[in-house]
């Protein structure tokens, strides 16, 4: 048996890079806190896969239904808030609050749902850029309750130890991401809601006209990506033991989906690929105090927006369908005949032996 | 209290529906949804500041150096960075936001994060029932007026307003019957960008100028569009009043109203989304119906 899960692996992991990669990527994550033990370097990988769930959250619902959520964040913020007032006010710890308040932003999509599965395109993108906002104003105009400007602070931390944080938001990301991949399968056999996204995405009148109850499943992607972000949100509370009007605001939002077009929209590994080149990125620019040129007082650092945005340009302009996905047609190719993916460089498919040029 | 009420929902409406018209011009013109539109405001509000407080100059010099500034860094992102990728909706999103943020940050560069004062194009004020006006609010009042019966009658008197409404009815057959595609929208672009600045020189007194000015406006005049009906003009006006009463309704009258202007505004356009999906204005095309 161990032969053949050998076997298994050699022929569809091992055969195809961007496979290759992925798993290589995956082990190298399990095995960081054994090569450093550094704070600084995990709290910011903790927080890169807290974001990982928060964008692919955002990939599963936006690109592969084609309703474009300019709100993200409203889930992330629901959740954080509701974790951070359960454990405030009723003393819960972390392992109750964070899948209530991943409950509570379901219920937030379904909320946001109301109003925004009666619109199409971009006006459904302006209610739900709208939803977020209008919770910020009412959490700014009642500060008593939660914290205002400052939010609330002091809430239990995720674990006793920063590794352990790390093992947990590492297997909340892997699970979720994995869980979100088999749910877009489009050729899986036994989860139909893949397939029927992607016909919502691309016609949604011809798959009413197939029978497709478009709204149920548009819903249905809602609900899901909201838990999902949720979950995100929660950890997040969690991890930095403070909820405060930075999970609803509008720039995090839009980090959800630069982040995944960065990587590239409609593929989940985008999304993972994206935050994991660019939110280390900021971070390190952050830290690269040196001065542009000798002697002047701008700082590398004080430049980082400035380089992000340019890089973002640079990456849409060139790879318009997101970088993951660039890399990935430069290492593999579809056989014509039996559409296996092959590595690139080979001369024929190796499954049918068709000719691939 | 009552005059002051109506002179502020005047201006905030009047600012919002040049902004409005600039933006929902250029999204039913090329189809692009410009969220580097308020930032326009931005660069002409800080354009202001720079001649007249650092360089000097006088104030209508000011004025026209920072309308044509303004429209020559609008045509040239346009040209340079969105005409290529106008097919990708999302990318072209991202772009005009990258845009934004780059322009946030070359200000934060040169002025730092600090809040900054625009001069008052007319100082003084006058006395209506008791209530003082200052002349800088009748002015943007007058200009607003001014400028958007300017931008009706060229939208339906020239031969070139002619020629934007056609392009944006249907691009293809604009082509055909020999419209140039591609100058109508970089025209379109530069009348948008014009109509932000204008809207920024005469705000910036009354505004703080600072680099993160511009993503307040920017997300209420998205929800001015669209409950006005994407790509209306008309609607863009209606909605900006409406949404500028509701504003000042909030701040005039409300306990704690400056934090939930924005969100009641806001609550309203979703209200009237749910009861009318296609806006107040907006048309309903055969093939996006559902």
């Known amino acids: 048996m161990l032969r053949r899960l050998f076997k298994d692996i050699q022929g569809d992991i091992f055969a195809i890079p961007g496979r290759l990669i992925a798993f290589i990527f995956l082990i190298t994550l399990f095995f960081i806190p054994l090569l450093t033990q550094e704070s600084y370097i995990l709290f910011i990988l903790i927080l890169v896969n807290i974001f990982v769930i928060f964008a692919v959250s955002w990939d599963f619902i936006s690109g592969y239904t084609g309703q474009i959520n300019f709100g993200h964040a409203f889930f992330f913020g629901v959740a954080a808030y509701t974790a951070a007032l359960l454990s405030k006010n009723l003393g819960l710890q972390p392992w109750a609050t964070i899948p209530i308040g991943a409950v509570a932003a379901t219920l937030a999509g379904m909320l946001m749902c109301l109003p925004a599965l009666r619109l199409r395109g971009p006006y459904l993108s302006l209610v739900t850029l709208a939803m977020p906002l209008i919770l910020l104003g009412v959490i700014k105009a009642f500060p008593d309750f939660t914290g205002g400007e400052h939010g609330i602070s002091g809430l239990p931390a995720l674990a006793g130890s920063r590794m352990a944080e790390y093992y947990i938001a590492l297997v909340a990301m892997i699970v979720s991401v994995f869980i979100m991949w088999k749910l877009v399968d489009a050729k899986s056999g036994f989860v139909r809601i893949g397939i029927i996204l992607h016909a919502i995405r691309e016609d949604e009148i011809a798959a009413r006209a197939t029978g497709i109850n478009t709204i149920r499943y548009k819903l249905l992607a809602f609900i899901i990506g909201g838990f999902f972000a949720g979950l995100a949100g929660g950890l997040y509370a969690h991890f930095l033991r403070i909820a405060g009007p930075a999970t609803l605001d509008l720039m995090l939002s839009f980090q959800a989906i630069i982040w995944t077009v960065f990587g590239g929209i409609v593929s989940i590994y985008g999304a993972v690929v994206g935050v994991y080149i660019l939110f280390p990125l900021m971070e390190l620019l952050r830290q690269f105090g040196v001065p542009v040129w000798p002697g002047s007082d701008i700082m590398f650092s004080d430049l980082r927006f400035l380089i992000f945005s340019f890089l973002v340009i640079i990456i849409l302009l060139f790879m318009p369908e997101g970088f993951a996905v660039w890399v990935r047609d430069k290492l593999e190719r579809e056989c014509p005949r039996c559409k296996l993916s092959n590595a690139s460089w080979r001369k024929e498919c190796r499954a049918c032996g068709a000719e691939l040029h | ?290």
Request: charged share 10%; with cysteine; net charge neutral.
């Open chain 2, 1 to 290: 209290m009552f005059q002051a009420f109506v002179i502020q929902a005047l201006v905030t409406g009047g600012v919002y529906a040049l902004l409005a018209v600039g933006f929902s011009l250029i999204f039913g013109v090329a189809r692009m949804v410009n969220l580097a539109h308020t930032s326009f405001l931005m660069l002409a509000a800080y354009g202001m500041f720079y001649t007249t407080y650092r360089l000097g100059l006088d104030v209508f010099t000011a004025i026209l150096i920072s309308l044509v500034a303004t429209v020559v860094i609008g045509l040239a992102s346009y040209k340079l960075f969105i005409d290529r990728i106008r097919e990708h909706e999302v990318t072209v999103m991202l772009i005009t936001l990258a845009l934004a943020t780059i322009f946030q940050e070359c200000m934060v560069l040169a002025f730092g994060a600090h809040f900054r004062e625009a001069p008052t194009l007319i100082p003084g004020f006058i006395e209506v029932l008791g209530v003082k006006i200052s002349y800088q609010h009748l002015l943007t009042i007058a200009v607003v007026a001014v400028v958007l019966v300017a931008i009706w009658l060229l939208l339906t008197r020239t031969k070139l307003g002619i020629a934007i409404r056609a392009t944006a009815q249907d691009t293809e057959v604009a082509n055909l019957m020999g419209i140039n595609v591609s100058q109508i929208l970089l025209i379109a672009m530069g009348i948008a960008a014009a109509l932000a600045a204008i809207a920024g020189i005469v705000v910036a007194p009354l505004w703080v100028v600072y680099p993160y000015m511009w993503m307040n406006p920017l997300v209420m005049i998205m929800a001015i569009v669209v409950l006005g009906g994407l790509g209306s003009i008309k609607g863009s006006v209606i909605g900006a009043f409406i949404i500028g009463l509701v504003e000042a309704a909030v701040v005039f009258y409300l306990p704690g109203g400056a934090f939930l202007r924005g969100a009641i505004a806001l609550l309203v356009m979703v209200i009237l989304l749910v009861v009318r999906p296609e806006g107040l204005f907006g048309i309903v095309f055969e093939e996006e119906r559902l």
